[in-house]
């Protein structure tokens, strides 16, 4: 008991210490990038579905440390410390006192707020907007330092803020120099509301507009639509447009409002002109992903997305295979099941050139049952073999599915370099064939499945490599899985 005391009394010691220092927050932010933290959690708009898109936009644009919050209304001074803009993905009630004067002061002291759609709409005179576009029919005394950042006020007074209904129309920038609008086309096309009637304040800078047209019911003016405005030594960026996905997914919203971040953020801008909605590293290792001869689960095509240094074309067999892949691909990725039989010999030489061009292979999964008759392939390349009939020599394979099985990468090899043990749920195969001088990357520990179910390949020529786990979605979308087969691709690719 007394040695009990005598521990807390040094941990307290050490806690009241501590206290008085405070921890960099560059230990929890990307090096470089803008911190950006969205508001949301509270819309008349879907914002269940479009802050994500908000978040994903910005990410692919590579400059941004992206966060969210969904519970703005109890923000303090030091939540938003260590960003550097904030996004306004919110029309709801008014924020705490403490929150909205943590936002002002925010802005004021010198940094950026975006403004998206309908969050000019909130803290304003009308009422507040439920969810899904419900009336509460509640009215707040306004937040009118809202009003003065963002630029403009909503009224319900003729003529009455709004929109004429959702159409496609052209924005025009109305000033190409500002470092937002700066190198990008004069015009673009989207289909979304057109906001009218806004109450404008004094000093907004106008980027863009459209015409409000009278044949879809509008007022027939050039309606300001993208603009910035100064709050305090603040910048602020507000654009009308982004009603719902449909319309953030317009190329002109998503590389307006990524520049328009940047922009709050940085006061300059370094954005190109279209943000890549599939962003790949110049020499990103080119992968042909080759599918057939056995049904998988789509989810398996997405296993290596969102990876800058893979680039991935699928293919079914035996079309994947008309081409010399060699000028094209890096690396063959095989989760198909074909035999021999039924390449035709030009196919079979197209494979055969690029296994012996040191390129790299991947064999996922039932791919190990490729070519049985093709001793060349499964015995040199592959370096193992899923018997689909005993022979003289080999018993037949066996497999299971459903198997919940613990799988121990075995250190030593980068494929698995980082990659702990993991509990997976997978189909299990038994007496696989595998040749003596492979080098084991994973090992189960399962009784229903072989003790080592992924290696790599003695072949001498390429790079070759066999993962067993992959059946199906359980263990395509395990982050782990992702790691290793993404690790696999770049090892037989030359590239770690
Ligand atoms: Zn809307
Ligand atoms: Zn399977």
Redesign the pocket.
């Known amino acids: 008991m007394r040695r009990l005391a005598v521990f807390f009394g040094a941990n307290l010691l050490l806690a009241a210490g501590a206290a008085a220092q405070t921890v960099p927050d560059r230990f929890f932010f990307e090096e470089g990038k803008i911190r950006v933290l969205i508001l949301t959690g509270r819309n ?2 879907d914002w269940r579905s479009t802050t994500p898109y908000l978040r994903h936009a910005l990410e692919l644009a590579g400059e941004f440390d992206v966060r969210v919050t969904e519970e703005p209304g109890g923000l303090t001074e030091e939540t938003l410390k260590p960003y550097d803009v904030l996004v306004a993905n919110y029309c709801g009630p008014r924020w705490s006192a403490q929150a909205e004067k943590a936002v002002e002061e925010f802005v004021r002291g010198g940094k950026g707020l975006a403004v998206v ?2 969050a000019s709409y909130a803290f304003g005179e009308p009422a507040v907007f439920g969810e899904k576009m419900n009336q509460t029919g509640v009215f707040q005394q306004p937040w009118t330092q809202w009003g003065e950042m963002v630029g403009a006020v909503w009224s319900d007074a003729e003529p009455k803020t709004g ?1 004429a209904p ?1 159409h496609a129309y052209e924005v025009k920038w109305r000033d190409t120099q500002h470092p937002i609008s700066a190198g990008l086309p004069a015009t673009f096309r989207i289909s ?2 057109l ?1 009218h009637n806004f109450r404008m304040k004094p000093g907004v800078h106008v980027l863009a507009s459209a015409i409000d047209s009278r044949d879809n019911g509008g007022n027939g003016k050039d309606e300001p639509l993208v603009w910035t405005n100064a709050y305090g030594k603040g910048r602020v960026f507000h654009t009308a447009l ?3 996905l449909d ?1 953030m997914q317009s190329p002109g919203f998503t590389v307006s409002y990524a520049r328009g971040v940047e922009w709050a953020a940085r006061d300059r801008v370094s954005l190109p002109a279209r943000i890549d909605p599939n962003p790949k590293n110049r020499d990103a290792v080119r992968v042909l992903l080759v599918t057939g001869g056995h049904d998988h689960d789509a989810m398996f095509y997405n296993v290596l997305d969102g990876r800058r240094d893979i680039r991935v074309n699928v293919d079914p067999h035996p079309v994947a295979f008309r081409n010399d892949l060699r000028p094209n691909y890096d690396v063959l990725v095989l989760y198909d099941t074909i035999q021999r039989g039924q390449l035709s010999e030009k196919h079979l030489q197209n494979l055969k050139d690029f296994v012996e061009a040191g390129k790299g292979v991947v064999v996922l999964h039932h791919a190990i049952a490729d070519f049985q008759d093709w001793e060349w392939w499964w015995k040199e390349v592959v370096g193992g073999r899923y018997l689909l009939q005993a022979e003289p020599s080999y018993p037949a394979s066996s497999y299971l599915h459903g198997v919940e099985e613990v799988v121990t990468p075995k250190p030593g090899h980068p494929i698995v370099k980082g990659l702990p043990p993991m509990r997976v749920f997978d189909e299990t195969y038994k007496q696989v064939w595998h040749s003596g001088n492979v080098t084991v990357l994973l090992t189960s520990d399962h009784p229903t499945s072989d003790p080592d179910i992924a290696w790599v390949s003695p072949y001498r020529k390429s790079r070759v490599v066999y993962l067993q786990p992959g059946h199906g979605r359980e263990t395509a979308e395990m982050p782990w899985y992702r790691q290793l087969v993404g690790n696999a691709v770049l090892w037989s690719a030359g590239r770690m």
Do not use: C, I, K, S
């Open positions: 008349n708009h759609h309908a929109h959702r979304d509301e906001y982004g009603h719902d319309a």
